[in-house]
């Protein structure tokens, strides 16, 4: 499969349009972005907290979704899923309610999470959706180059 047969794929878009939903519920959900009875945020969402949400789940989305269409072969060296991993926790960090992070409390306190943690969140988020295009990219380049083992199919 070539880049173009993976973006008119209707089995690519279907799994990011799932992806990306899940991703909104496990980033979302327990930072407090969406409401819910189990977790009360105490600190206001920001609009930049939204933003990294929403950008952060649609490029893990997408992202995963390649490896939906053409699954990766194990045993050659695929960062991409590990970059993704990376990036899908530290926006979670970017998006969490700072005082809520109980990591973040132990080590700085509520008067550090407020007046130092809290105004890093929107850089700590830029990081994260940095990493995460850059993620997506290199799994791109990865299907446009061809490479046999990270975009052909499971023989069987």
Known sequence: M???ELTVSPRFWL?????????????GLPSGIVPNPVFVR????RPSDVAVWLVSAVLIG????????RPHSTGHGD?????????????????????????????????????VFAPLQPAIGLVSVAL??????WRLRRIARGCPRCVEAPAG
């Open 2 to 4: 070539n880049l173009r």
């Open 15 to 27: 799994s990011a349009l799932a992806a990306t939903l899940a991703t909104l519920l496990v980033l």
């Open 42 to 45: 105490t600190v206001a969402t």
């Open 62 to 69: 997408l992202t995963l979704a390649t490896y939906v269409v």
């Open 79 to 115: 960062r991409g899923s590990a970059q993704l991993g990376v990036g899908g926790v530290v926006a979670f960090l970017a998006i969490a309610c700072p005082v809520c992070n109980k990591i973040v409390l132990l080590a700085i306190g509520t008067s550090g999470a407020l007046n």
């Open 132 to 137: 995460l295009a850059v993620t997506f990219g």
